[in-house]
């Protein structure tokens, strides 16, 4: 009976041998079991990892399951697919006789999992497949059931690494999309929150969601991201940042223009002020945009501590962030072209200093501000085991061995190391890659024209923030143009209970609570 | 783009056009400390710069780079003569490796023979000359060489004349700079002063003079009439003026008390003073009126504190004290010198310009002439923690 069944259902089609094993997008599903293996052999040659398992549902028919090894739960897909449909019994499917009903027989009532889809065409087998998924080929069928069975190695939620805060949320993004995705539906429990799924990279065919707050999403910026990532033409998306690369406005400006975080909170945060996210799959880094230069030196705790001192901290992060832009080009300014300026004490105890040592200010503070570059690079590369060794190489034998010897001057080393640290005290990575670029134009200004170059370089920088935009959003708002509004949280942050409306430059319509 | 890239171009020219590169790295610059002036007995200029030998007088390394320098010392102390500043520099030029530096300097020390031979010349020099501070302490060596005082090893400072400098900005004596100088100088009806310094044993026992460290005692003050110096006052008589022009804050009165028997020590804050001017029959009335507040500190006589008529009493003499020291210094300076250094009149300039203009034309004689009559006021708020003088006798007391 189940013969019969099943040759009603057989495709005369003959398989016709292709120069090409890639599908088209057209190619239907051939409803002969050994024509389909075949031709799913040929599209997947050479490939260790895909697993054709054939086997026969209830002793009767055949069928046949792909799926790739790693991806999948073995011991799931055992118990969802393998065992029910290999142990039913002949009686439980004698009714249908349809072509499709059996199928859809099969996807109702045998196979217990959750996420189950019916594909017809060879090229969405191969892409299903290749996204992690178990495909059921049944002989007589043109049409097959994809099973989501995930599982394999993955990183688990942990801490996150790059971005810490005394208070706030502990969990960070991992590198699986859905994952991300549902760390972000935790914190916001709203059918407005959508996640919008792209496929980029015409070979990585890497999943990507743009996630964004119906209502409070600024539409223009939304469009301007899809139009922008549907343009870009890549092989692979390797990791969220090539993303921000093909789309940003500014390519070749030290500023960054996108969020770029592994924290949930921001980024939901940053949802609720109306910007538009970016989640890739196999990154843990979420972009977000439109951002601003205010927001690139704000951190969690400046919403999660009381106001008093979250705005103390933020005083203390503005101060910090102009030594780390300033401080090396000013000291060179000044030690060079403006003795007058330094209290005499001062300038006695830096000239006595700077008496043995060989090289001019601005030579000393390039030498210097290159080996801190050096030593930081160093220290992001180098493997664990070896940290404290090159730490202390750094830190005590270049430092300390260099003053001695009269190389370097001890108020440079305190300069370039102050430098150092306050660079670490900009809450967002990428945003203190800009101040670490342009220290070095200032400092040669500074080695060059003294206060005077300081000055154009600062003039140089402020109408290039100036001009830029990201995403339609003027970069200094709300200082340029000036919005009152948006003064309430900019240099200092209003309680928060003020804070209810949002900016209007990112999410123009709706008013409520930007923050949390 | 092209014409974006030229522009660029341009914006990168326009800054070298102002054609001024006055880069000098700290290792090259001779900072000047201290300045002192001296009329040689030739009748030339002689101008030694006090410079700190960085290595030394920075101090910061802990003595590993810094060996002192070769001389062990913190400074030195580099001399010319010329017939002007000018000329001077340029031959200290000559001995120098470094570049000038004076944006530091904030002592210019003038020898008593220079400042006796009139000052004029050097004043023009430090207005006009933009390298040089109009806030450097303008101060009269009493007595002696000025660069003798460049010389002298302070016990406590790395740079000698930085104790001058200090001196000057405690208020104990009188602080001029060149831009107060210049001010009073330019202003009629008021003589411009400086500050005087002279070397002291810092034992006041004169005989071991050689063995004991001097020190720079900032004690009197010098009057400048017609940019020559023309006397001294003395340290009460300093006190007297400063308190006249209203620029003293704080004063440590010491006086014996005569009516009480024995003497009392006090520190008077918020003093103060008021000058009434008036015109009588072609004459000039000064009525100076000096107040002060203060706490009895020291009170080595034989009377009751608590009673407030023994409080009462010591004020009174300390009034008569005070107000007889400011009438005696006024007269040194009516008589003397012709010069009036309070500045009545430019009090009289501006409270009655119809009678300044009758005197204006010979003020100094007017000033000489005028009648002037002295009022203190001394408020003593508190006497101390002991009630009774250890002094006094038990009995006595009752």
Redesign the interface.
């Given at each position: 009976m189940f013969k019969k069944l099943l040759a009603s259902g057989k495709s005369m089609s003959v398989y016709v041998e292709r120069s090409n094993p890639t599908p088209s997008d057209s190619e239907q599903q051939s409803s002969s079991l050994a024509e389909l293996e075949i031709r799913l052999q040929e599209i997947f040659s050479d490939s260790s990892d895909v697993v054709f398992r054939t086997f026969s549902i209830g002793g009767e028919v055949d069928a046949l399951l792909i799926y790739i090894e790693g991806l999948v739960d073995e011991k799931q897909l055992k118990e969802t697919i393998l065992s029910p449909l290999m142990s039913s019994s002949d009686s439980s499917f004698s009714t249908t006789t349809d072509n499709t009903e059996f199928i859809s027989f099969l996807q109702k009532s045998l196979i217990a999992n959750g996420h189950v889809k019916r594909i017809s065409r060879i090229h969405e087998i191969e892409q299903e497949v290749l996204k992690g998924l178990v495909l059921l080929c049944v002989d007589g069928y043109s049409e097959s059931i994809a099973v989501s069975v995930p599982g394999g190695s993955v990183r688990s939620v942990e801490q996150p690494s790059t971005e810490n805060t005394v208070r706030g949320s502990r969990d960070s993004f991992t590198e699986i999309l859905s994952t991300n995705t549902s760390l972000i539906r935790r914190k916001i429990r709203s059918s407005r929150l959508k996640f919008d799924a792209l496929t980029v990279g015409e070979i990585s065919r890497t999943g990507m969601v743009i996630a964004y707050i119906k209502g409070l999403e600024n539409e223009r910026v939304l469009r301007e991201i899809k139009s922008r990532i549907e343009a870009m033409q890549a092989e692979a998306i390797l990791e969220s940042g090539i993303i921000e690369q093909f789309i940003e406005e500014k390519p070749f400006s030290p500023f960054p223009q996108f969020l770029v975080t592994e924290r949930p909170d921001y980024v939901v945060s940053a949802l609720l002020q109306g910007q538009v996210a970016i989640l890739t799959d196999g990154s843990p880094f979420v972009l977000s945009a439109p951002m601003t230069f205010w927001g690139f030196l704000q951190a969690g705790e400046d919403y999660y501590e009381r106001v008093v001192y979250a705005n103390l901290i933020r005083m203390v992060r503005f101060l910090f962030s102009m030594i780390a832009l300033l401080l090396p080009s000013l000291y060179v300014a000044l030690?060079?072209?403006h003795?007058?300026m330094i209290p005499?004490n001062l300038?006695?105890?830096?000239?006595?200093?700077?008496?043995?040592?060989p090289f001019?200010?601005l030579v000393e503070a390039l030498i210097m501000e290159v080996t801190f570059e050096g030593l930081r690079e160093a220290g992001v590369r180098l493997p664990k085991q070896v940290g404290q060794a090159v730490s202390i190489v750094g830190g005590l034998v270049v430092g300390q061995a260099a003053v001695?010897a009269?190389i370097v001057s001890?108020p440079m080393v305190i300069v370039v190391s102050l430098t150092g640290i306050a660079s670490f005290t900009i809450p967002r990575y990428n945003f203190s890659l800009a101040f670490r670029i342009l220290r070095f134009p200032l400092i040669l200004l500074a080695?060059?024209?003294?206060l005077?170059?300081v000055s154009?370089g600062l003039l140089a920088i402020l109408v290039h923030l100036c001009e830029l935009k990201s995403f339609g959003v003027p970069y200094l708002f709300p200082m340029a143009p000036v919005s009152l509004k948006g003064l309430k949280d900019a240099l200092f942050r209003a309680p928060i209970w003020t804070l209810y409306l949002r900016p209007h430059s990112v999410g123009p319509r709706s008013k409520g609570t930007g923050k949390n | 783009m092209k014409t974006a890239i030229r522009l660029l171009w341009v914006l990168f020219i326009v800054?070298l056009l102002?054609g001024c590169w006055?880069?000098?790295?700290?290792?090259d610059?001779a900072?000047f400390?201290a300045t002192a002036l001296d009329r040689t007995d030739k009748g030339e200029l002689k101008v030694s710069i006090q410079i700190?030998i960085?290595?030394?007088?920075?101090?910061?390394?802990g003595g590993?780079?810094?060996t002192g320098g070769i001389l062990g010392k913190t400074y030195y102390v580099v001399s010319s003569t010329g017939f002007n500043i000018h000329d001077a520099e340029r031959k200290t030029e000559m001995k120098m490796s470094r570049h000038f530096?004076k944006?530091?300097r904030?002592v210019v020390i003038i020898g008593e023979k220079f400042a006796r031979s009139g000052i004029k010349d050097i004043l023009d020099y430090y207005s006009r000359d933009p390298g040089s501070?109009l806030r450097t302490y303008l101060i009269v060596a009493k007595g002696g060489e000025a660069a003798k005082l460049l010389l002298n090893d302070h016990p406590l400072e790395?740079?000698p004349t930085e104790d001058v400098r200090e001196l000057e900005r405690s208020g104990t004596g009188t602080s001029v700079t060149f831009r107060d100088f210049l001010m009073t100088q330019a202003n009629e009806g008021i003589v411009p002063v400086m500050g005087a310094i002279e070397l002291l044993s810092s034992t006041d026992s004169p005989e071991e003079e050689k063995n004991l460290i001097q020190l720079n005692s900032l004690s009197s003050t010098a009057v400048f009439k017609d940019y020559r110096l023309v006397g001294y006052l003395n340290e009460t008589e300093t006190r007297s003026m400063k308190w006249i022009n209203n620029k003293l804050d704080r004063t440590i009165v010491a006086e014996k008390l005569l009516r009480a028997g024995g003497n009392v020590g006090a520190v008077l804050h918020n003093t103060s003073s008021r000058i009434v001017t008036a015109i009588s029959a072609g004459k000039v009335i000064v009525r100076i009126e000096l107040n002060g507040t203060g706490v009895l500190n020291e009170a080595n006589v034989s009377m009751d504190m608590n009673d407030p008529k023994t409080v009462s009493a010591i004020e009174r003499e300390l009034e008569e004290a005070i107000a007889g020291q400011a009438l005696r210094t006024v007269k040194k300076a009516q008589a003397e010198w012709k010069a009036d250094i309070f500045g009545i009149g430019l009090k009289l300039h501006r409270f009655q310009p119809n009678a300044w203009k009758k005197v204006r034309g010979d003020w100094d004689r007017a000033f000489s002439d005028a009648e002037v009559s002295v009022k203190a006021s001394i408020k003593l708020r508190r006497t101390g923690i002991v009630t009774r003088s250890l002094t006094q006798d038990r009995t006595e007391a009752k």
């Open positions: 030690t060079t072209f003795q007058q005499t300038l006695l105890s830096i000239a006595a200093a700077r008496e043995g040592v001019p200010a001695q009269g001890a080695g060059v024209f003294g005077y170059g154009i | 800054p102002g006055d880069r000098v790295e700290m290792n610059i900072f400390m700190p960085s290595a030394g007088a920075g101090g910061g390394e590993k780079t810094s530096f944006g530091h904030r501070r790395r740079i």
